[in-house]
């Protein structure tokens, strides 16, 4: 089992930036794919970022690519999604999520269904 716990959400202004942290626990955290996914209100959980065991490779849906970085530090167990030009379609739960699986090419672990945990999700709310 992994435990993962969100945290940094919050409100801001279009334009500005927020920065979302996620622990994990349990099993050893460097050998999961770690990846962050949104939920906005009567829509369908979407893929944002991912990044590999490692931290070398990452990947970005459209929307969020040039705007939102993905890292994470093995050390502390730790990844992390800094959002920057924030917009109010960002405006959503944001959840960070861990996978067992190995991302054998860039579009692939883009379903919520390639992830075996998830944590409770942080709302992020981007006013206009």
């Known amino acids: 089992q992994v435990q993962l716990v969100e945290s940094g959400g919050g409100q801001v202004q279009a334009g500005g930036s927020l920065r979302l942290s996620c622990a994990a626990s349990g099993r050893t955290f460097s050998n999961y794919v770690m990846g962050w996914f949104r939920q906005a209100p009567e829509k369908e959980r979407e893929f944002v970022a991912r990044?590999?065991?490692?931290?070398?490779?990452?990947y970005y849906a459209d929307s969020v690519k040039g705007r939102f970085t993905i890292s994470r530090d093995n050390a502390k167990n730790t990844v992390a999604l800094q959002m920057n030009s924030l917009e109010p379609e960002d405006t959503a739960v944001y959840y960070c999520?861990?996978?067992?699986?190995?991302?054998?090419?860039?579009?692939?672990?883009?379903?919520?269904?390639?992830?075996?945990?998830w944590g409770q999700g942080t709302q992020v709310t981007v006013s206009s």
């Open positions: 990044i590999n065991q490692s931290g070398g490779a990452t």
């Open positions: 999520a861990a996978s067992s699986l190995v991302p054998v090419a860039p579009r692939t672990l883009l379903l919520p269904g390639d992830y075996n945990y």
